[in-house]
């Protein structure tokens, strides 16, 4: 191995790794209706292109867990970063909508550049160090999301539907290459097969830690897809507002998440990583309780909702980058299936909660309905926290075996 595939990455690298597989899922969604139109295809079929590459994101972080822990990180994420660029050409070259799901699902295999460089920050570095280096990389999680439509966006009225998937492989291209040369080996001890690796998810599924930490990510995470669901209805259905006021107050979640992670990332060598993640389930019930307060004593405005859902993205910020660490460090030989395995439960969750929301969030039952399920998740996400608080009270030192 030459000096660069053996030297640990610069963090910027490891952002921009997240950032584009954050942004590879929402920047080209303006551009659906013109998808739809141009390959003479149902609106239906194409929005496949998002439900489709969540559920393979999903399946795949199964399996890039496991094979960074065989094979190393370097190679998987070198590989899946090859996969998007030539998967992001294919959608741009597609003449009909069958080839152009076939290359936009391929693109998927990016979700290794977020999983992955949370493990090789836990390679790198002693858990609460991960967890304020994290707690910077997940801002670069909450910025994407809030720019990516709106780069895509324009890209479409400038130039059509197609330009954006030009732009994904122009970046996928030069991730490839900062990655090959940044991007050094971190997984100092691979395991001797992957098939030993994959027999290590009952290990994992064993761990009461595990599950604690797993939990607290999927709870926490679902409280913000219960958000995304039901916020524009109730929005709609209450108050007279704008789109772009609208769009104002949804993004505002993502900043109080901004401002979370920032946070844990100040706090994160003083506090204890499972104190963090309770402090934030602690802040994202309080404002939900807040909220719900107000309606019931018929306090029913836009800042009302808006005020107290913020305190979910501020919450979510401060217990993600624990729930994160804690999850790889219940084995550390484990690190990269363990970060697999709590994804996969995550989107997972996410994608159930999210059809929960669609059926119990309705013009009739409005905020209450809203706040109520978002509350009932983060507080979930609470009782996680609070159960891996007290193992970890009992095992301070040693990992599980």
Not at 50 to 63: E, N, R
Not at 135 to 157: N, S, T
Not at 174 to 189: P, V
Not at 306 to 335: C, H, K, Y
């Amino acid at each position: 191995m030459s000096a660069f595939q053996r030297t640990p990455p610069k963090i910027f690298t490891l952002i921009l790794l997240t950032g584009v597989s954050i942004l590879a899922l929402n920047m080209f969604v303006p551009s659906l209706v013109n998808i739809a139109a141009d390959l003479d295809a149902d609106y239906t079929l194409v929005s496949l292109s998002i439900a489709g590459y969540l559920a393979v994101t999903a399946v795949l972080q199964i399996v890039i867990g496991p094979m960074s822990d065989r094979y190393g990180r370097r190679p998987v994420l070198l590989i899946a970063v090859a996969l998007f660029t030539l998967a992001s050409l294919g959608c741009l070259l597609a003449q009909n909508v069958w080839v152009f799901l076939f290359f936009r699902l391929l693109q998927a295999a990016i979700v290794a550049g977020g999983a992955l460089s949370r493990v090789v920050v836990r390679d790198m570095v002693p858990p609460k160090q991960a967890v304020s280096l994290l707690g910077y990389i997940a801002m670069a999680m909450a910025v994407a999301p809030m720019l990516g439509p709106m780069v895509g966006g324009a890209l479409d009225e400038l130039f059509g539907w197609r330009s954006s998937f030009l732009a994904f492989a122009m970046m996928g291209a030069a991730l490839f290459a900062l990655a090959w040369f940044d991007l050094g080996e971190t997984n100092r001890n691979p395991s001797q097969t992957f098939r030993a690796q994959v027999q290590a998810y009952p290990v994992l599924l064993g761990s009461a830690r595990f599950w604690g930490y797993a939990g607290c990510m999927a709870f926490s995470t679902g409280a913000f897809f219960v958000f995304i669901a039901g916020a524009p209805l109730v929005a709609s259905t209450l108050f007279e507002i704008s789109p772009g006021m609208l769009g104002l107050y949804i993004g505002s979640i993502t900043g109080g998440f901004v401002l979370g992670s920032f946070a844990a990332a100040r706090c994160a060598k003083r506090f204890a990583l499972e104190t963090m993640m309770l402090a934030g389930r602690i802040v994202a019930c309080s404002g939900l309780a807040v909220g719900m307060l107000l309606f019931a004593a018929g306090v029913v405005h836009e800042l009302a909702l808006f005020g107290s859902t913020i305190f979910v993205g501020l919450g979510n910020g401060i217990t993600m980058p624990g729930s994160n660490v804690g999850a790889m460090s219940v084995r550390s030989d484990l690190a990269g299936t363990a970060s697999g395995l709590a994804g996969a439960l995550t989107m997972g969750g996410g994608a159930l909660l999210t059809w929960t929301a669609g059926m119990m969030v309705t013009e009739d039952t409005g905020a209450m309905a809203l706040l109520g399920l978002m509350f009932v998740t983060s507080f979930l996400g609470l009782l996680s926290a609070w159960w891996v608080h007290g193992l970890a009270r009992q095992l301070p030192a040693r990992e599980e075996s």
